[in-house]
């Protein structure tokens, strides 16, 4: 028996490859499928089934353009209504795959189709769980993703209840669980960087899944805390339901070398330019009115948060040798209208280039912290910020893009230097400012200096 786990670190996901005696089976694949069918070959397989854990919100799926390359199945969960062929399985259907079987569980409750599969040997021993967003290492997946006029997050919650204890908790303790997130996705609250773990440990060390938890109890604490989830998510659900362009030809069209006439021209037609570079490169000098992700980062997760318009068209900045991936990664989140890149990047510019002033964090000592502006996520904020500055985060940015005074220096900064200077690339691009300092080193290289913080925190500080 041959069984991967793909693991993505940008988008913290895990896709699974499963073989036996010449027939394999591939689990919540990614956008670019090629890898699939190369391991297939590899291990003398046919893809047999493609399976769907359900519909993902968070990244585009691979098993349209899979089933196409491959004549797989898709097999989706009981409930799913999709716009292409699939088999939308019933509870505990069983499908073979060489002398292995996997049973489909259904467990309704992060969304209504969710199910787990179950991995069952040639004895009948059960050894894997593929858990897509229902149950994750130290957390479940968030029941707010799936809500119709008659459904709140509180009764998706209480199905979660349900399905973890009469489906997934009866499993022997020794089943391994490899779960379809790990930490830093925002399908659930408090992931384990950890990818598989044994389903008794989890028993043991899972918050959701203490024998002696209330249904009232779960769903308050699943509920809690949980916020708005990126405005990319319904969109890519529905691509996830409908089907999208084909990855190749969406890889071939964005990797297009433009010259500079073709660059321009692009941009005065509406296209956005999205810079992908490293983020010093970018402070140092950048084309007026750029975006910067840098590919090196969370890139996929945060062009998908902030790039409001999914048939966005965009024109790439990139280091170079990377323009596919920078293309492939924007396609993993459904931007599929890439149009380019400038041949040549910033050198081949002929007009100024903007660039962003930068300070060390011992230059925050001498600054009014009220004019000290901290981008980072809300739970990172209240667990430790700088006394009386300006909480603003990146996440929700572009819907309140006017919260600055614009006639006054503004030194802002994240955890490391990253966000910062997305955020401050976003402001300079759509809204008025012209005073935004970045901080270099964010609040790690801030904790290490006397600048006033919340008490508690910085055990690193020189003096609180």
């Given at each position: ?8 670190n ?12 010449g027939?394999?089976?591939v ?6 499928v090629?890898?699939?069918?190369e391991?297939?070959?590899a ?11 359900h ?13 196409r ?7 989706f969960?009981?409930t ?6 699939c088999?939308?399985?019933?509870d ?10 996997i049973r ?8 209504l189709e ?14 894997a769980?593929f ?13 707010d ?11 998706l919650?209480g ?12 499993l ?13 996705s925002?399908?659930g ?5 950890e990818?598989?773990d044994?389903?008794?440990n ?14 009232e109890?779960?769903?308050?604490e699943?509920t ?7 405005q990319?998510?319904p969109?890519n ?5 409908t089907g999208?362009?084909a ?5 071939s ?8 006439a073709?660059?321009?021209h ?17 402070v ?17 997760v ?6 409001e318009?999914?048939n966005q ?12 991936e ?17 041949e040549g ?13 930068s ?8 600054v ?5 502006v901290?981008?980072r ?14 909480h603003?985060?990146?996440d ?20 490391g230097?990253?966000?910062?200077v ?8 759509k ?14 290289a ?9 008490e508690?925190v ?7």
């Amino acid at each position: 028996m041959k069984l991967e786990q793909l693991y993505t670190n940008c988008l913290a996901q895990g896709a699974y490859f499963i073989a036996h005696n010449g027939e394999a089976a591939v689990i919540d694949p990614l956008r670019e499928v090629d890898q699939y069918i190369e391991l297939a070959k590899a291990n003398n397989a046919t893809i047999k089934y493609i399976f769907e854990t359900h519909f993902h919100a968070d990244f585009v799926s691979g098993h349209v353009d899979l089933a196409r390359k491959t004549g797989a199945t898709i097999v989706f969960g009981p409930t799913a209504k999709t716009s292409f062929d699939c088999l939308v399985a019933t509870d505990n259907q069983e499908f073979k795959i060489g002398g292995l079987t996997i049973r489909l569980l259904h467990t309704p409750g992060h969304t209504l189709e969710s199910s787990c599969f179950l991995l069952i040997d040639e004895s009948g021993k059960e050894i894997a769980l593929f858990s897509g967003d229902t149950l994750f290492l130290g957390d479940v997946g968030r029941p707010d993703l799936a809500i119709k006029s008659d459904l709140t997050k509180e009764d998706l919650a209480g199905m979660s209840f349900d399905s973890l204890r009469n489906k997934i908790m009866t499993l022997p303790d020794d089943v391994v669980v490899y779960p379809a997130h790990g930490a830093g996705s925002a399908c659930g609250k408090n992931m384990s960087k950890e990818t598989q773990d044994l389903l008794g440990n989890q028993k043991k060390t899972n918050y959701a899944l203490r024998a002696d938890m209330t249904r009232e109890e779960f769903i308050k604490e699943v509920t809690d805390g949980i916020m708005p989830p990126p405005q990319y998510f319904p969109k890519n659900a529905l691509l996830n339901k409908t089907g999208y362009h084909a990855v190749d030809e969406v890889i071939s069209k964005g990797t297009s070398a433009l010259s500079l006439a073709e660059f321009k021209h692009a941009v005065e037609n509406g296209a956005l330019i999205l810079d992908v570079r490293n983020q010093a490169d970018f402070v140092q000098g950048h084309i007026p009115n750029s975006l910067f992700i840098g590919i090196d980062g969370q890139f996929a997760v945060w062009a998908g948060t902030l790039i409001e318009n999914i048939n966005q068209p965009i024109v790439l900045i990139t280091p170079e040798g990377r323009e596919k991936e920078a293309v492939t990664r924007l396609a993993r989140v459904g931007y599929d209208n890439t149009l380019g890149y400038l041949e040549g990047g910033v050198a081949s510019w002929d007009g100024s280039l903007s660039s962003i002033d930068s300070v060390e964090a011992s230059a925050l000592e001498n600054v009014d912290c009220a004019s000290i502006v901290d981008v980072r996520k809300p739970g990172e904020y209240q667990a430790e910020h700088v006394e009386n500055c300006i909480h603003y985060p990146l996440d929700f940015m572009q819907f309140d893009l006017n919260k600055l005074n614009t006639d006054k220096p503004l030194y802002v900064h994240c955890a490391g230097g990253y966000r910062s200077v997305i955020a401050i690339s976003l402001l300079k691009q759509k809204g008025n400012y012209t005073n935004l300092i970045n901080v270099l080193g964010g609040y790690g290289a801030i904790c290490k200096t006397n600048v006033p913080t919340t008490e508690f925190v910085c055990s690193s500080k020189k003096s609180v």
